[in-house]
């Protein structure tokens, strides 16, 4: 099944160490540590997440990638559902963005979740 899939998306996230999912700005939004890490909307809308500067430039150059609407800086992009990325490199660019963000979290936070 499609990471595209609510429940997909859902499944993949609870995967990762110390996350949860909130209905929040119309969509299902993936937290670590209260920080976003990743959105969807809904079943086949763009996927919405973090990325290096390095990752932000290859990925923006694809067709069906651009930067997130309403993430001012150049570290989000939006993956559309044409984007040629397979699940396992939006799994993959998702657990990253996952590791950005809580990388973020202070030491004490880290050790609260789990994460150190």
Known sequence: MTLRSIATFRR???SLPATEIVEQWDGHV???GGKVFAIIADAGTPI????????FDGLTSLEGIGQAAYFAKRAWVSVDKGAPLSDAEL?????ASHEMIAAKLTRKAR???GLD
């Open 111 to 113: 050790a609260e979740l």
């Open 30 to 32: 993936a937290k670590v």
């Open 12 to 14: 993949y996230i609870a």
């Open 48 to 55: 919405v997440f973090k990325v290096t500067e390095i990752s």
């Open 91 to 95: 799994k993959a660019y998702i657990k």
